[in-house]
């Protein structure tokens, strides 16, 4: 049957790799906001989107510039969504010549289209592909556009996860190589102080009954004469004395978590234990990167199984 230390061991797994993922999801949120990483991906997926070759640069920056983009991906402030009805209405007086006012016709659009310096890019060999599958149907034409885009910037966000979950791992590894977060060894500090415990509270209370036993067997007309004369002994002092050791060795094992660098030791490693380490400090890192909405679904349910053990 599973001992509430068992679950008590594993409760504290699960807390300490939420912890950790939290602490390495929050620095990298960090880098992220201030290095301004994801706006920088999603207009580097655009201009990938808009054209591959030598004119991509010149075409996006006149994107970019657009009267209805600019105040979008300008500033401290700039967001990663450019809507897709936006970006088509951009996108279509772009590649008829930034005139502000693109044909409202389909034969027209696709004839200045083609007469323009970006007709051969990616994107206006695409829209003149989407003008020729809509006909005369304007609405159309637009919606397919939007669903390109759209489409697209999926495409973009999954691979920027991709990249929040590798920077995320080496975060993760960085942190548990400073700090030395060996798991393996974390478990078998916890497992043993989890053993100690339950020793150490008989031995004090074993310590406290004898205590009683003793000061209640106590002469009284003993005591009283021993008073009278001044030369009285607190025995009890000793037992107190041993209790509060005894606390207190309980306290750090229980506290103190094998993290941290120890010279001493390194010292005397071996290959074998290098091994080990590095074994267990990579299993933390592998789990920590697995993010802290994984660990917090662990977590309650943890929370609801100890609490039916009670």
Known sequence: MISLASLDIAGSTLLFFTLLSLLCSTVFGFISYFCATREKYIESGIVRLLDNSENSYKMAAEFFSHPLIIKLTAGVARSTHVPPKLFTLTL?????????????DNDNLLTVIKNGI??????GRS????????????AKARQNIEIWYSDAIEVIEERYKKLTTISVFLISFIFCFMLNLDVIHILQSARASAMLAPAMTGAMTGAMTG???ADRS??????????NNGIIMYESDAHIRAIHDQRQELFNSLVNLPIGWNRHDLRHFTPFDWWFKIVGIM???????LGSAF???????GQDIHSSFK
Do not use: M, Q
């Open 92 to 104: 279509l007086d772009v590649l008829s010549g930034s005139t502000g006012a693109p044909p409202n």
């Open 118 to 123: 970006y007709s051969h890019t990616i994107a």
């Open 127 to 138: 829209v003149i592909l989407f003008l020729h599958d809509a006909g005369v149907d304007v």
């Open 211 to 213: 205590e009683i036993t």
């Open 218 to 227: 106590c002469d009284i007309d003993s005591v009283e004469e021993a008073t």
């Open 283 to 289: 299993i933390t890192v592998f789990f920590s990167a």
């Open 295 to 301: 660990w917090l679904r662990f977590l309650n349910k």
